[in-house]
């Protein structure tokens, strides 16, 4: 059996906490989670990274936005506030967002290191970029900064 990753045993550990204090919610919500990575963690025959987990992590934050407008819209309060704490709830487990200067720095520094000149060369730099800015950046607008670097 695959070694759990550091965020899943964590959230597990939360969830068996929760469990324990009888929050029922909380414990549901981390259960989800967990089952998630334990699926991406099975289905990728690997011991997870710490990357891994955060890109399992924020597929299921972005889940849980769109889900959250979807009820929102159809008026269905009760269920878009339990899509709000399971999306705060997992914000809790990812490192923060960088900053839009940090973000133009590491672009910059990708972009010198590969040696790119043209768009057609993006994905050099977003190979260079994604690992360092994994689970810290949203990816399309981390390309769309690129391109824009790159002169597309």
Sequence with gaps: MRELGKIEQRIKDDATAALKAGDRRRREALSQVVAALKKERIDSRKDPSEADELVVLKRERKRRAEALELYEQAGRNDLADQER????????????????????????????????????????????????????????????????????
């Design 85 to 152: 704490f399971e999306a705060e709830l997992l914000a809790a487990y990812m490192p923060e967002e960088l900053s839009a200067k940090e973000l133009a720095a590491m672009v910059d520094e990708a972009i010198a290191a590969t040696g790119a000149a043209s768009p057609k060369e993006m994905g050099k730099v977003m190979s260079a970029l994604m690992p360092r800015v994994a689970g810290r950046a949203d990816g399309k607008a981390l390309s769309e900064l690129v391109r824009t670097k790159l002169g597309g």
